[in-house]
């Protein structure tokens, strides 16, 4: 079993280089295809023509695209991702900076979320067509439907302003000082984790219902096994799709992270790709882009992986 | 150096030039809150900010937490191009001069002579600087002299240093600048945050390159502790700072929250004590809450329509004569900064020396004239959508755009807006990628930064005001006039004349001024808004 994961894995990962080659171009050449030329945004409206031509000059923007490319491209394969010209760092210092702040925001809305959508959606299977069943179903149609900066805007309103129990803006690491950590990421983890939560509630609760209608449960049932073990026993097999979607879920998360980091001024990789679009700076937009990409790549990987191990078809075991 | 004989001198220029800060400065604080009949004002007060101290007086100590509205593009004082960079800058190294209570005041120089050439400026400095650890060490003539060489190394400061022929040490604490024709504006721009002294062997340590001095060692009241980039930015009290008792404060921390409701949310929910760049719309919530206040500065940026004089239909003065006199500005400076702002016809306020009154000529809503002026002019706009190009990025821009396209249908004038993206805006706009473009500009010390750009061939020209224009010759003239003039009474007369052609000629059509809100805790005291938008956190202090 392990050669055939081993072969798996590697097949995934052969395909996840093109992959990221191919993502490089696009981003490269998308970036450079929007108008608005970073020297002008970088010395602002009144800036003098010589400048601007010099500045133009440093950041190699008079080279043709894919002569900029290659450099890039090389650079990149060596681990440098560039020098932003707006903050003159290192590209790959500021992403690695920012990267663990996301990460820990992420698994802050991945953890609000399984803790919302797993009790949500059992309580909502096994209670069908009745008052929980509805607030389950409610809550899974409101987690989808409420925009992320609205949701971020109101708890930050209502338990930072109003209530004034939890901070508004700003974010301490939970490695530094856990309980200050912790409760910087309180609302910004409901905000990012309530859509995913509504997402998996929906997921478990009809994988839930389909399993329990299942034959081999009344077989379980009639050696005089509990309701509450039948329960465990539907609900392991119902959880191999609902992995799938988490994982995948995961990945979103990545990406709403940018919108929540915003609000919360969280400085994670969404505020650098933010401020990025904002200054044009072409270096660390490609960067975090890169990084992004790969995270949702890797986060795919892991995903078949988990699934190669819980779906015994894909193991071979039939 | 020039002797006193030959020397202009310092008093007179300073109530010359004084004369203009000051009244600028006047209109930051003043009373400005009663509508006048055509409605210039806003009915909200303008003297928002808490002069008040209360019982015991200023306090020292404690850390003063601000929130940024964007995150800072660097710290090289030489290379930042952003204002919230220069705030930083601005209180950790300082500049020869500085406008202070009105005019021009010394900051690193105590005493300075401009020969009556106009083309030599020698500064005397103070004995008693010295810069932050780890240098430690007095601020002497040869820091100025360093410190200019490598800001504009390659030309880095264009125009603005172009005219400077050499800079000399001329003693241990005298400097001398030599110019190789008069540039008026100059003595104006010596107060520029990008402008400031730094020593040698800090850089050296830091890498030396333009760009890499990212930990500022300067002079001023704080020095830089820690940044840790996107979170926090800590300055710290410079104990050995020349002033006793300043600064106030024992720290300052950053953090920039973009977002502008969970700012002024951070600063109602006590998690900061000042706020800056607060919208008009959330002010109101700021001045009525117990636990935050505002401080308001008056015509921090200037929103004009741009308009690109090559480009049809706008080359024909009588179109651009014409729109001018549709544009309803009250209602644009109430719908886009919620009348924190004023309604405008130029750049500088009624109280500016640079001011010129216009009276009855100035281009007020009149929709009966602008329709006669069309129909004088063969109804050039029979046939054609107006476009005027902006974006959702600022909303003096955006609500400039909405509204005149509404006032121009109310004028029977077809018209569309079309909003850009504003990295895509800003190109445009230096390109002469547009007909006319709803757009601001931060206020400017000295009117020639304001205009020469615009309207000179040998500026940017981002007016496209070729010389087919009725007035251009004598426009550009007047323009190379102010650089040259040195006397200060002259350059009034000169820019006084310029406006009087912008109101006829309409190269650009002003539209307001809207004004800067800085939101601050109801403990926090001693800010002084003046005439730029730099806050000095030297003078500011917590209380209970």
């Not at chain 1, 072409?282 to 949702?296: E, K, N, P, S």
């Not at chain 2, 239909?313 to 400076?333: F, M």
Request: hydrophobic residues 40%; charged residues 20%.
């Amino acid at each position: 079993m392990v050669s055939r994961l081993q072969a798996f894995l590697v097949r995934r990962l052969l395909w996840a280089l093109p992959v990221l080659a191919l993502v490089s171009v696009v981003i490269f050449g998308l970036i450079r295809l929007v108008p608005g030329d970073p020297a002008i945004v970088m010395l602002g409206a009144d800036a003098d023509p010589a400048r601007l031509a010099a500045v133009r000059a440093e950041l190699g923007l008079n080279d043709p695209i894919y002569v900029q490319y290659i450099d890039y491209i090389g650079d990149a394969i060596r681990g440098d991702l560039g020098r932003s010209y707006v903050t003159n760092r290192e590209v790959s210092a500021a992403i690695a900076a920012r990267l663990p702040t996301t990460l820990f925001l992420t698994l802050a809305g991945f953890i609000v979320s399984l803790a919302i959508a797993i009790p949500a959606g059992l309580l909502s299977a096994t209670n069908r067509g009745k008052t929980l069943d509805g607030v389950g179903l409610s809550f899974g149609l409101l987690g989808v439907s409420i925009p992320n900066f609205w949701l971020g805007i109101v708890l930050l309103i209502a338990f930072g302003v109003n209530l004034d129990w939890l901070p508004v803006a700003g974010y301490v690491s939970p490695l530094e000082n856990p309980v200050e950590g912790i409760r910087y990421l309180i609302l910004p983890g409901i905000t990012l984790g309530t859509a995913m939560a509504a997402v998996v509630t929906r997921m478990l609760r009809s994988e839930l219902l389909e399993e329990l209608r299942h034959d081999y449960l009344d077989a379980v049932r009639m050696k005089g096994v509990s309701d509450l073990r039948v329960l465990g026993h539907a609900t392991k097999n119902a959880f191999i799709p609902v992995v799938t979607v988490i994982g995948m879920q995961f990945g979103y998360l990545l990406g709403g992270s940018v919108v929540v980091e915003q609000v919360f001024s969280i400085p994670g990789m969404g505020r650098l790709l933010l401020d990025a679009i904002g200054s044009r700076d072409y270096i660390t937009l490609q960067g975090v882009v890169l990084v992004y990409t790969t995270f949702f790549v890797a986060v795919n990987v892991v995903v078949d992986a988990a699934y190669f191990f819980l779906n015994p078809k894909l193991r071979g075991e039939q | 150096m020039q002797g006193e004989d030959s020397s202009t001198d310092r008093r007179t220029f300073l109530s010359a030039v004084g004369g203009a800060a000051a009244t600028a400065l006047a209109g930051c604080t003043g009373d400005q809150g009663t509508p006048t009949s055509d409605g210039t004002s806003s009915p909200i007060p303008a003297s928002d900010t808490d002069v008040s101290t209360p019982e015991g007086g200023p306090q020292s100590g404690g850390t003063l937490r601000v929130g940024f509205e964007s995150e800072l593009t660097g710290l090289d004082p030489h290379t930042t191009e952003s204002v919230v960079s220069w705030v930083v800058n601005f209180n950790i190294c300082e500049t020869l001069i500085t406008f202070g209570d009105g005019a021009p005041a010394g900051r690193l120089a105590t005493d300075w002579e401009i020969g009556d050439d106009g083309r030599t400026y020698t500064f005397t400095l103070a004995e008693d600087a010295r810069f932050h650890p780890p240098v430690d060490r007095e601020l002497v003539a040869e820091d100025v002299v360093y410190s200019f060489e490598r800001m504009n190394q390659d030309g880095a400061m264009g125009a603005d240093l172009s005219a400077v022929e050499s800079v000399a040490a001329t003693g241990e604490y005298e400097v001398t600048f030599s110019l190789a024709e008069t540039f008026a504006p100059f003595f104006n721009f010596l107060g520029r945050v990008p402008w400031v002294v730094v020593p040698e062997e800090a850089v050296e340590a830091q890498g030396g390159d333009l760009g890499d001095f990212q930990e500022p060692v300067g002079s001023g009241p704080f020095q830089f502790e820690a940044y840790e980039p996107g979170n926090k930015l800590t300055l710290t009290a410079f104990e050995d700072y020349r002033e006793d008792g300043v600064p106030l404060l024992d720290a300052v921390e950053i953090t920039p929250i973009p977002d502008a409701d969970s700012r002024v949310a951070a600063l109602r929910g006590g998690d900061v004590d000042m706020v800056r760049g607060v919208g008009g719309s959330d002010a109101d919530t700021l001045r009525n809450d117990d636990r935050t206040k505002l401080s308001r500065q008056r015509g921090t940026q200037w929103g004009q329509l741009h308009i690109n004089c090559s480009e049809e239909p706008w080359d024909d003065p009588a179109v651009r004569r014409a729109v001018a006199h549709v544009i309803d500005r009250r209602s644009i400076v109430e719908a886009a900064v919620s009348g924190y702002g004023q309604a405008a016809w130029q750049p500088y306020a009624e109280d500016s020396i640079w001011n010129y009154d216009l009276g009855d000529s100035r281009r007020t809503r009149d929709v009966e004239r602008a329709q006669q002026i069309l129909e004088d002019a063969g109804n050039p706009l029979e046939g054609e959508t107006l476009t005027i190009k902006t974006n959702s990025r600022y909303a003096l821009m955006e609500t400039t755009a909405d509204l005149l396209v509404a006032n121009l249908g109310e004028a029977g004038i077809d018209a569309e807006t079309e909003t850009l993206e504003w990295g895509t805006q800003l190109e445009d706009f230096v390109t002469g990628n547009f007909g006319a473009m709803a757009f601001s500009v931060p206020f400017k010390i000295d009117p020639d930064r304001h205009y020469y750009g615009f309207i000179h061939p040998d500026g940017s020209q981002f007016n496209h005001y070729g010389e087919d224009q009725p007035d251009a010759q004598r426009m550009y003239d007047l323009l190379a006039r102010g650089r040259s003039e040195t006397d200060q009474e002259a350059r009034v007369e000169i820019y006084s004349e310029f406006e009087k052609l912008v109101n006829k000629n309409c190269p650009w059509i002003s539209v307001a001024r809207a004004d800067g809100i800085t939101g601050l805790g109801s403990n926090v005291y001693g800010i002084q808004p003046w005439l730029l938008p730099y806050t000095r956190y030297w003078t500011m202090w917590k209380g209970e």
